[in-house]
C-alpha cells in the first residue's frame, strides 16, 4: 500500500526557515517523480516544487524561486523542502504526492495528508 | 505561470451531465496532451481521475471523461451524483518541465 507521510509543518515568523519531511512508503522512491503542492486557505491548488527521478531535474513556481529547495533521500525514502525566507503568503497545507511517472509530475496518484505552515508574526 | 482558466462553479440535478472547461494557450493546453484533472472534496487531499487528457485511473468511475479541442480541455461528469459534489481542478504541462494549474470549479448537485 502506498502512503505518504509529511511533517515538519508549524507556526513561524515571516523570514525564518521550514523544513517539510514527507516519510514515502510501498512503491519504488527512486522511480517516480515526487512534488510538493500547497493549497492556501480558501484557494487553490499551487505545485510549488517537483524532482524527476528520471533525470534529477527539478521544478520551482516563481513564487519560491530561491527559497525553496526540493531534495530526496533514497536511502531513507524521503522527500523534503526546505523553506527560507518565508513569508505570509506561503501560508497554506502542503501536501507531498507521487507522480505516476519518472519525469513529468502533473499525473499525482498519491497524495499525503497535508502539513499547515503559517508564516505569521 | 499563468493559470489556466476554469468557470468558478457548475452545477446540475442528480443523473444530469455538467461539462467544465479548462483554457490555456497554445504553449500549455493547446501543444501538449499531458493534462490532469482532480477532485477535492472539503478538507480532503485531492485525487487524480483523469491524465493525459482522458485517462481514467483504476477505481475512477466511467461517468468522469475527458477530453480536449485546441487550447481547452474538458471534463465531463455524466449521471451526475451527490458525491461528486467537490471543487474540481485542471493542470496542464506547458513546455520545459514548467506546469501550470487551473483555477478550480466548484460542482454543485442541486
Known amino acids: 500500500e502506498v502512503q505518504l507521510l509529511e511533517s515538519g509543518g508549524g507556526l513561524k515568523q515571516p523570514g525564518g526557515s521550514l523544513r517539510l519531511s514527507c516519510e514515502a512508503s510501498g512503491f519504488s522512491f527512486s522511480n517516480f517523480a515526487m512534488v510538493w503542492v500547497r493549497q492556501a486557505p480558501g484557494r487553490g491548488l499551487e505545485l510549488v516544487s517537483a524532482n524527476s527521478a528520471k533525470d534529477g531535474r527539478t521544478f520551482y513556481a516563481d513564487s519560491v524561486k530561491g527559497r525553496f529547495t526540493i531534495s530526496k533521500d533514497s536511502s531513507t525514502n524521503t522527500l523534503y523542502l526546505q523553506m527560507n525566507s518565508l513569508r505570509v503568503e506561503d501560508t497554506a497545507v502542503y501536501f507531498c504526492a507521487k507522480s505516476m511517472r519518472s519525469m513529468s509530475p502533473e499525473a499525482l496518484d498519491y497524495w499525503g495528508q497535508g502539513t499547515l505552515v503559517t508564516v505569521s508574526s | 505561470q499563468s493559470a489556466l482558466t476554469q468557470p468558478p462553479s457548475v452545477s446540475g440535478s442528480p443523473g444530469q451531465s455538467v461539462a467544465i472547461s479548462c483554457t490555456g494557450t497554445?504553449?500549455?493546453?493547446?501543444?501538449?496532451?499531458?493534462v490532469s484533472w482532480y477532485q477535492q472534496h472539503p478538507g480532503k487531499a485531492p485525487r487524480l481521475i483523469i491524465y493525459?487528457?482522458?485517462?481514467?485511473p483504476s477505481g475512477v468511475p466511467d461517468r468522469f471523461s475527458g477530453s480536449k479541442s485546441g487550447n481547452t480541455a474538458s471534463l465531463t461528469i455524466s449521471g451526475l451524483q451527490a458525491e461528486d459534489e467537490a471543487d474540481y481542478y485542471c493542470?496542464?504541462?506547458?513546455?520545459?518541465?514548467?506546469?501550470?494549474w487551473g483555477s478550480g470549479t466548484t460542482v454543485t448537485v442541486l
Open positions: 493542470i496542464s504541462f506547458a513546455g520545459s518541465y514548467d506546469y501550470v
Open positions: 493525459d487528457v482522458r485517462g481514467r
Open positions: 497554445s504553449s500549455d493546453v493547446g501543444n501538449h496532451n499531458f
